[in-house]
């Protein structure tokens, strides 16, 4: 397991109605950026984002050209659970908040997004909805994998993609598309654009949370 820095966290209180959450404190988003960036990236969302969620950018734990990764990039990863890792620490870091939210949310750009579903596929009935932004699914099986096809309702699960990428491989993508329908509930939209977020995409993105 790797370790979450709890002091690295960038947090975004949620706006609500004081006694309107009596079993928790709200819904928390937990945000994960991409490879090679840090928890300040995409925390420059948050302004944007429905004001009842409370958010929390993390940073990745392994340092990767000037910025932290989740997990080693290359294509072929000899050792299967090592990806686990990070996803591991992020449920610890979890485990340790001394708050109680309602629901938990994950959005992740890129290797952020591979790591929110495999945190999905670690613990199932922990988390509600997941953005999926850029990016695609781990390889192999794991125990959580039926739970998740078998959960009614399954989670939702907003998946963007931009016709211009040319950072996720075609395989990937390709190969991603049947086993997220397999497994969540999906909304899927496509984008012209290269590796990045675009506004119209971060509209969605709000409509989609704000549904959720």
Known sequence: MQQIDADAVRWREGEHDAGEH???????????HGLGSHEGDLFGLA?????????ASLRAPFPYG????WFDPS????????????AEGVLHWLDGLDRRFERVHLLGFSQGGV???????????????????????HDG????DAVLAAREPRIPMLT??????DVIHRDRIERAAPWLDAHFDVERRTYHRAHSIVA???ADVVAFLERV
Do not use: C, N, Y
């Not at 079993?23 to 945000?31: Q, R």
């Open 160 to 165: 963007t993609i931009g016709d211009l990428d």
């Open 22 to 32: 009596d079993s928790g404190e709200g819904d928390l988003l937990v945000v994960l």
């Open 115 to 137: 790591m929110a579903v495999q945190l999905a596929r670690l613990a199932p009935e922990r988390f509600s909805s997941i953005v999926h932004l850029a990016s695609f699914v």
């Open 200 to 202: 119209e995409e971060l």
């Open 75 to 86: 294509p072929i990863d000899p050792d299967e659970r090592a990806r686990d890792a990070s």
């Open 141 to 144: 099986e794991l125990p959580g």
């Open 66 to 69: 000037g910025g932290f990764a």
């Open 47 to 55: 302004p944007h984002l429905p004001s009842s969620l409370t958010i």
